[in-house]
């Protein structure tokens, strides 16, 4: 069966909506709901079946595109290969020109709607930022719940608490604050037993590779509303993930680290080519920072993660 290649767009407004469509019913996932675009056709490149089937469904043109997932999805009767890009900056005004119903939605009104299983892990791309900040080790509450503050105020979205060398309980009374500092800001992601998972509901859970290791096999650990990921190093520990259900995952060490100078990096051609069989979005971690986000969008990350690149010099 060959794989039926499509162009599909994540389109932003102004105000941040994201623009759907909804599939007719005479069609294959008929009356669910999608990203606007269509066939690649033979020879053509993404960008141009991209800009022609906005143009045509929508009537709109694409002024500012990157590339944001690239997702290989096989329905029992249909194998697809979908390249989604996020589409910042358009001119016309979008309508249905083929007659189809449109609908803008907030990012987290995106998960009230249903959309083709493929389409899955679009939507968790749509909703995840381009970078993810992780704590530094060795700081003291204060100086931690200080930095974030700062984090904050600069407009990260994504914050990963990780503090190793902290006794549990000293942890859990820093994850309480750091989740009243987030509310509404931002995502927080804990890491610990999932025993704790009770504890902080509006926290996600970022597994470390071990968790996933042990934990996989079970599939994932609470519903889908709630933000699960998984440190990865290898392209077995990414099938781990994908096979856990997790919504991203981190990929390190791309370089050299002065985290974990031990550590072999996998450098910028592997770490592609691992991302190019995982279909879920993964940030890039170990030796990048700000300057390497386009690269990593261009080899198919959802973007990079950071302790120090992304901690507030101010706060170090």
């Known amino acids: 069966m060959k794989r039926v290649h499509v162009a599909a767009a994540v389109i932003r407004g102004v105000d941040g909506r994201i623009l759907i469509a909804r599939r007719p019913e005479d069609k294959h996932q008929g009356g669910l709901w999608e990203f606007p675009g269509g066939k ?35 329905y029992p009767d249909k194998q697809v290969l979908l390249d989604v890009w996020e589409v910042s900056v358009f001119s016309g005004e979008p309508h249905g020109a083929e007659g189809q119903p449109l609908a803008w939605a907030s990012e987290r009104q995106l998960l009230e709607y249903q959309f083709p299983a493929a389409n899955k892990p679009i939507v968790a791309a749509a909703r995840l930022p381009d970078r993810y900040l992780i704590t530094p080790d060795g700081l003291e509450p204060s100086e931690l719940l200080a930095g974030i503050r700062s984090a904050l105020a600069q407009g990260v979205r994504l ?114 080519e691992m991302l190019s069989h995982f279909n879920l979005p993964a940030y890039l971690l170990g030796g990048v920072g700000p300057g390497d986000i386009e690269r990593a969008w261009q080899i198919g990350a959802q973007g990079v993660a950071g302790i120090r690149a992304f901690w507030p010099s101010s706060a170090l």
């Open 40 to 74: 690649v056709e033979e020879g053509e490149a993404v960008r141009v079946a991209l800009d022609r089937e906005l143009e045509e469904e929508l009537g709109i043109r694409a002024q500012a595109a990157r590339p944001l997932i690239r997702i290989r999805h096989d």
């Open 159 to 272: 914050i990963q608490l990780r503090a190793p060398n902290m006794f549990d309980p000293q942890y859990r009374d820093l994850a309480v604050d750091v989740q009243g500092l987030c509310a509404g800001k931002a995502q927080l992601m804990l890491k610990g037993p999932l025993e704790w998972l009770g504890d902080f509901p509006a926290a996600g859970w970022h597994l470390t590779a071990a968790q996933l290791r042990k934990y996989a096999a079970g599939g994932r650990p609470f519903p889908e509303q709630r933000w699960l990921a998984a440190s990865c190093h290898s392209a077995e520990e990414l099938a781990l993930a994908a096979q856990m259900g997790v919504d991203f995952a981190t990929l390190s060490p791309v370089q050299t680290t002065a985290t974990h100078p031990e550590a072999q990096p996998l450098g910028w051609e592997a770490a592609g």
